[in-house]
Each structure stands twice: as structure tokens, then as C-alpha cells.
């Protein structure tokens, strides 16, 4: 068996597209996602899951109707399911995502932004 570090800048260096999550490992059921975001995404919910959102560079905000959640570089947040939200960064922003295998980024919204594919690097 050979298990090895994951450097996750040496991952982050691999693509540059924005809101396009990779995978990086697998845990049980859940997948750890690297992505690069800038600008806002689309307004969305996970109605089964929860989800996890950790800063790693820069700075994001999440919006929730009614209200919203600044996040900076070493800090995270769990937004329960069902919960409709919207992430935001003004700059490049790198994030790593936690959650279950097969999560569509766009949660219950579809749309022309959905990753469809399982992204692996």
C-alpha cells in the first residue's frame, strides 16, 4: 500500500478555472474538493447534506437570505442542508470543500454552471 501526502498547492497549481471543484481524496462517503472561486455564484441548497467550505486563500463570503457569513484564509463553515446559499469572492479566492460523494456544486439549482463530472486530480 502506498499512501503519500496530498500537497494542495501543488494541486491548486493544476487548473485555473473558477467555481470548477477537483477532487483530491476520499474519505468513507465524502469527498475533499479544491477549487478556485472569484465573483458570484448561483443561489443554491443541498436538501440531503450538509457542506463544508474552508478557506485556504484570501477572503469569501457566503450570503443566506437575510443575512451572510465573511469567511478569511484558515477559516470555515458548515452549512446545513437545506439552507439556501450563495458564495461570493471579490478576488481569486482558493477554497477546499467537504462533502458526500456525488454533491453537484449547483446543489438543487442545475443550470449551465453544473459539474457533472467527477474531476479528479
Known amino acids: 500500500m502506498d499512501i503519500q501526502a496530498i500537497n494542495l498547492a501543488d494541486k491548486l497549481s493544476t487548473f485555473d478555472e473558477y ?4 477532487i483530491i481524496a476520499q474519505m468513507n462517503d465524502y469527498h475533499f474538493k479544491l477549487a478556485k ?3 458570484e455564484f448561483i443561489w443554491h441548497s443541498h436538501p440531503e447534506t450538509d ?3 474552508l478557506v485556504l486563500k484570501g477572503d469569501m463570503r457566503i ?3 437575510g443575512f451572510h457569513t465573511e469567511l478569511s484564509e484558515g477559516e470555515m463553515c458548515v452549512v446545513p442542508r437545506g439552507i439556501e446559499h450563495k458564495p461570493v469572492a471579490q478576488d481569486v479566492c482558493q477554497i477546499m470543500l467537504i462533502e458526500p460523494t456525488g454533491t453537484l456544486n449547483t446543489g438543487d439549482a442545475g443550470g449551465e454552471r453544473t459539474k457533472t463530472d467527477e474531476n479528479w486530480i
Open 51 to 53: 457542506e463544508v467550505f
Open 63 to 65: 450570503e443566506f437570505r
Open 19 to 22: 467555481w470548477s471543484p477537483r
Open 37 to 39: 472561486i472569484r465573483g
